[in-house]
Nanobody
Framework: QVQLVESGGGLVQAGGSLRLSCAAS????????MGWFRQAPGKEREFIAA????????YYADSLKGRFAIARDTVQNTVYLHMNSVKPEDTAVYYC??????????????????WGQGTQVTVSS
């Protein structure tokens, strides 16, 4: 049973940085893709980034590339989302996801097989 547990959310001032973590367990993730999504109140879920577990090749939403970075630690079984120069519009619940397909497919379809419970990020102006 795949389990994904996010942490690292909280309140941050605009212009600041934050690192989210996602602890993954329940299987070997070789061949899987891991991703980050977010959902703000009243808005649809938005794709942020995905990464191939084995190769580390990342894919990003064009609008967030350059400010956000995804990384994975295959020893700690953890996926990270580094958020820089955050803005009030980055306020949302951030979700970690895992999928048996590639990061390219996750990025294109904006879907995933497994989801974490989410962690709230609030950016104050």
């Amino acid at each position: 049973q795949v389990q994904l547990v996010e942490s690292g959310g909280g309140l941050v001032q605009a212009g600041g940085s934050l690192r989210l973590s996602c602890a993954a367990s329940g299987r070997t993730f070789s061949g899987y893709a891991m991703g980050w999504f977010r959902q703000a109140p009243g808005k649809e879920r938005e794709f942020i980034a995905a990464i191939n577990w084995s190769s580390g090749l990342p894919y990003y939403a064009d609008s967030l590339k350059g400010r956000f970075a995804i990384a994975r630690d295959t020893v700690q079984n953890t996926v990270y989302l580094h958020m820089n120069s955050v803005k009030p519009e980055d306020t949302a619940v951030y979700y970690c996801a895992a999928d048996a397909r590639t990061a390219f497919v996750v990025a294109r379809t904006r879907t995933a097989d497994y989801w974490g419970q989410g962690t709230q990020v609030t950016v104050s102006s």
